[in-house]
């Protein structure tokens, strides 16, 4: 038999979902064992004695000098590290806060801030090379899933490089941004997640980041314009998961 | 002296604590929250209401639902917008979702290691794989729950002021009533692997939970009628972490399973209330251990009530219309209870319908202090009789009965 090759899971800050996604693989988590060991799962074992990872996968953002030390660790012991979620990709929702992190903790903690080490909260990507990231607030659970098989198997995994706006065509649900006058930011958003929120009927809210390449911000945002949204509610909605580009 | 514990395991989040050693006995003990702050209060400032539901789920994974619905009440509240009977059974469908999911993750995969001696749940798979298998499948149904209700498994964002982008459908809802029913032997099972832990931590001297069993208008404690969060609870920043602490009173409090229990025995399903009365007498001793138990119970409530729930609504037929909801001035407070608690959503709203202020108090924040008195009590007994691996081990314990969910304490806030 083979050896399994050793996979770390590190949890910067965040809300917790890229790592419990993991375990949301159910039975196919088992399949995932039959490849992978996990050497250190923070959520999952109480076991920490590795220091060396095949496969490292990195959640949140960094926020705190602890999370930045974890990164380094993370990045210095591992082969391959993938950016895990939006967070480690675009600092998602706690990275848009345009302030500077001492007027943040100043609202938050009141006069006396707070001692400890805040960073201002910025994405893996902001600190480290990355050899694959994957987005998504969560990334659909089968992605990380195929990511992992690719790599067990020796395959470069591949990047998706599609709008969301295809996979909701594939389903065949009705346009909301046409059809209902939604906000949708289904056009230029990164595909994979087989267009959930549409599915129930709802605009994408662009949680998976915008898709780099041939999309078009400046129609999406003509669109948006001309079904009455005003410039500030656009511009924090383009901004929501993405402010920090990777 | 002062003896450092390792970062917190099977806990969702990143938190550690510090047990401060003088003249050879424990002197305090502080639980530090280090998860950096992620300041939600500021990202929804501003923002229009429709949009701010999806965001408030983003504080946390595991109850992502109960933050979009404590955010939705805060906003209807507000709005001065209420709904109907069918919106309400469905949103609570979605809550009893997440109760089953959350306390199966808690009670299988993160405590019943500790209960047959194993580092987790994937090394104790291999001596007992049953046990493992029925959390996991007591937590995908959790789980399908808050696909329907929610939208998806993790920061769907189907549940939106005045009711739902999508309704479930009439299949959907008879397979709720089928599952529910063929799971119910698995959680009466659990109540009683559960009730075989042993009391420890801190006996709880004050409860506090919602007037309703998932949510409510006001909260209530042990001693007294309805009330605003405003009225009795106190929160201050702590110089060593990043969660504020709350007193009630003056006094540590705790919410969660135990205290909803015994606060409100008289709302649960027959089958709930008979594995209540069976364990009272060890329940009402208010030990924080015996929050595994009460989560016990609950799953029998959980897969009870979607029962009943399930069929009333297929008995009424789904309208599936939403509620008109118009921008205008005003202040509204959501009170949900999340798996491992209350939790508060406090917003004010202005005449073009943007958020002026918010206010999120989360369960692991309200249960703060009773952790740092519980953690207190256990290594006071403890400190000087067991060695240190042993006490640290059940300090662990004792801050895994809360399920504390450090990446929503990380947030609290006024502005």
Redesign the interface.
Known sequence: MMDKLKLGVF????????A??I??L?EKLFDL?EFYE?TE????????EENHYDVALVTG?V??Q??LNLLKEARNHSDYLIALGTCATHG???G??E?PIRE??K????D?G???R??D?KPVVEYVAVDFALPG??YD?NEVYQVLMDIAKGIEPVRKDYPVCVECKLNEYECVLVKKGLPCLGPITYGGCNA??I????GC?G?RGPLPGEVNPASEYEILKDLGYDD??II??FK?FARWEP | MIIELREFTRVEGNGKAEIVIEDGEVKDVRLKIIEGPRFFELLTLGRHYYDVPDLEARICAICYLSHSVASVLGIERALGVEVPEEIALIRELGLIGELLESHSLHLYLLVAPDVFGYPDAIRMATKHGELVKEGLALKAFGNRIRVMVGGREIHGINVKPGGFGRYPTVEELERVEKESEALLRLARRAVRLFAQLDPYGAQAKHFVATDGYLWGEKLISDEEGAFHYTERIEERSLVYSFAKQSHYKGEAFFVGALPRLLLKSNMLTPGAKRLFEEHREKLETGYVSYNNLAQAIELVYSLERANEIAKTLLDRGIEGENVPVEPREGEGIGYVEAPRGVLIHHYRIDASGKISYSNIITPTALNHAMMEASLLEEARNLYGKADESAMIGRLEETVRAFDPCISCSVHIVRL
């Not at chain 1, 949890?11 to 890229?18: A, R, V, W, Y």
């Not at chain 1, 799962?41 to 920490?48: G, N, R």
């Not at chain 1, 609202?107 to 009141?110: E, I, L, P």
């Not at chain 1, 599915?199 to 709802?202: C, D, E, Q, V």
């Open positions: 949890e910067l800050t965040d809300c917790g979902g890229c419990l996604n375990l949301f159910y064992l996990i799962f923070h959520m999952a074992t109480s076991l920490s953002t926020s705190t602890r999370d998602s929702v706690q848009s806060v302030l943040k903790l609202a938050v903690y009141g006396d707070n001692p400890m805040a960073l909260s607030c969560p659970k959930a929120c599915w129930s009927g709802l809210i949680c500030e509610y924090r909605k929501t």
